[in-house]
């Protein structure tokens, strides 16, 4: 859990790529490879003060060039640390979207996260991606937490 906490918050990226390393490895015979890789964004604010995305550098294991920029998240959320299921829903309504629909539309598409407590956040993001036409949307993540 340390590690995954200094790859979240320490400015760590060298630590979240050594993690995604090892996340490829075991997750790999688990993982068909998708039309699309897509991380989970951070919101512009946050990328700019952690300074890289934690679920980009673990994408990256998987696929030196993950899609970006398929989701965007156009709303600036508070951190979900502290929140039950139903803030933690509420909280990332309507924080994503697919600017160029198009680009999912009938594609099979695998999210990476970081952690998943409750889902909240994986379950928007597979949301907005079935909304634009993504034919199968699945996810992966790193670790599970309970809720705080």
């Known amino acids: 859990m340390r590690a995954i906490h200094r790859a979240k918050y320490g400015e760590h990226p060298r630590v979240a790529r050594a993690l995604g390393s090892l996340f490829a490895h075991a997750a790999g015979a688990h993982v068909a490879l998708p039309d699309l890789l897509v991380p989970v964004p ?32 156009v709303r600036h959320t508070p951190s979900q640390v502290g929140l039950g299921r139903t803030e933690r829903l509420e909280n990332v309504r309507d924080a994503f979207a697919v600017p160029r629909p198009e680009r ?3 594609r099979g598409i695998v999210v990476v996260d970081d952690v998943v407590t409750t889902g909240a956040t994986l379950a928007e993001v597979a949301r907005v991606l079935h909304a634009a ?5 699945r996810a992966v993540a790193l670790a599970s937490a309970p809720i705080e």
């Open 104 to 106: 999912v539309r009938g």
């Open 42 to 73: 951070l919101h512009t604010r946050r990328l700019a003060s952690r300074g890289f995305n934690q679920a980009h550098e673990l994408a990256r294991a998987f696929a030196t060039a993950p899609a970006t920029n398929i989701v965007t998240r």
């Open 133 to 137: 036409g993504a034919r199968e949307v």
